[in-house]
């Protein structure tokens, strides 16, 4: 066994602290990855407070990971030893079913591995995440970083980066659309950045009248203020699509009256209970509302190589370990500019 030292979670009250766990020696098809960073996404801080009700604990979150290999086993042919790579939200699926053979793995209906908080292929081995320094994950579900991007921040492209990329592929956002991208957090802000890449129109809808300037440096042309009835009003009926990103309850019908005739708002937020919806905001319009989760393997891979080429980063404030509780608290407060990313040098200290 290989010894791992992270943070967990006890229960949903403890928070987290230093916690010494093992991880498997190297099947052969596994590479041994050195975490260096871990970006701090909301849904590990929704999962270690059981605010989704299926937490297990001990739980080392994290998934958004990004690291060295310092190993591999002896059937592994994508990756060698130095290589710069990345473990994003789950780390094996059924490989059978249609989703898997069509390269959409979070959906797969064997049921796919989460990186954390989930269970192994054998039903019962718990999985770690990536607040911690070493992990051994299956190169099919690993990620090539390109060289030359700040490791730092690229981290929270393995989850952030791809729940924001793949909604806006898959409904085709292009140049000229007007795009909302509701709540500018760790989501929200990849998602104005991929959609002003993309060519679209970007606006943010946001809570905080104060992050204007980061919105329009994050290249969004404009920005609203959901509290602000006259300039909701105006707004009405003007976007294409919208990107929702919210962590909490929120008022989507006010976000539906948003969207122009056949428009679409995609909910990729999680807040902890249902969200109420009035059946007019959607018939009135025929308007789509949908969801969509993170993004498959191949998908993430080409999320990745765009960034590269195109040099799209995340804006992060690192942190070591030791602060990760109140980075919690700051991140549910919304001050993070705009993602907390763990420097997992410090994890031992
Ligand atoms: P985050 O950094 O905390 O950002 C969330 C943003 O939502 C905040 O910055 C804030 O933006 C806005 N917000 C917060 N509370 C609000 C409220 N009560 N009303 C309106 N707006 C509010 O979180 P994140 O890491 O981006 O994650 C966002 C959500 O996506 C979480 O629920 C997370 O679990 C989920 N998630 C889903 C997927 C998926 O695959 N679907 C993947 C990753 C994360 P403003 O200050 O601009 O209003
Ligand atoms: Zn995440
Ligand atoms: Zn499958």
Redesign the pocket.
């Known amino acids: 066994m290989i010894k791992a030292q992270g943070y967990a979670a006890q229960n949903a009250q403890s928070g987290l602290a230093p916690f010494a766990f093992d991880r498997r020696d190297p099947g052969d098809h596994d590479v041994v990855i050195q975490i260096l960073y871990c970006g701090v ?3 590990d ?2 999962q270690v407070r059981g605010e989704w009700g299926n937490s297990t604990f001990p739980m080392v979150p994290g998934h958004e990971i990004v690291g060295r290999v310092t190993r591999k086993g002896k059937g592994v042919t994508k990756f060698r030893e130095g290589d710069l790579v990345g473990v994003g ?1 789950f780390v094996d699926s059924c490989r059978e079913c249609g989703s898997c053979k069509e390269g959409t793995e ?1 959906f797969c209906t064997g049921g796919m591995v989460l990186t954390y908080n989930g269970v192994e292929r054998d039903g019962k081995t718990p999985t770690f995440g990536g607040y911690s320094d070493v992990i051994v994950t299956d190169e099919n579900y690993v990620l090539r970083v390109p060289e030359g991007i700040d490791p730092a921040a690229a981290a929270p492209l393995l ?2 980066g791809i ?1 924001t990329y793949s909604p806006l592929r898959h409904w085709k956002v292009s140049p000229g659309q007007r795009v909302g991208v ?7 802000h990849m998602g104005v950045k991929f959609a002003a890449s993309f060519g679209a129109e970007v606006t ?1 809808i ?3 009248a104060r ?1 204007e300037a980061d919105a329009r440096r994050l290249g969004a042309s404009q920005f609203l203020v ?1 509290s602000d009835p006259s300039a909701m009003a105006k707004a009405m009926g003007s976007f294409d699509f919208i990107l929702d ?6 008022d989507v019908n006010a976000l539906l009256g948003l969207l122009r005739r056949d428009g679409t708002i995609v ?5 902890e209970k249902p969200l109420p919806i009035a059946a007019f905001g959607l018939v009135m319009g025929r308007k789509t509302l949908a ?4 993004g498959g393997i191949a998908e993430t891979q080409e999320m990745l190589d765009y960034c590269g080429e195109k040099g799209i980063t995340s804006d992060v404030e690192v942190i070591p370990m030791q602060q990760i509780n109140e980075a919690y608290d700051r ?2 407060k ?1 001050d ?1 500019r ?2 907390f990313v763990i420097d997992m040098k410090s994890v031992s200290v």
Not at 245 to 250: L, P
Not at 267 to 271: D, I, M, S
Not at 291 to 294: A, F
């Open positions: 996404c909301h849904s801080i929704h939200c979070q989850c952030a729940t509701v709540g500018l957090g760790g989501l929200g943010v946001s809570t905080s992050k959901s990103t919210v962590s909490a309850m929120h909910l990729v937020g999680a807040p969801g969509s989760l993170i991140t549910v919304g993070v705009y993602r």
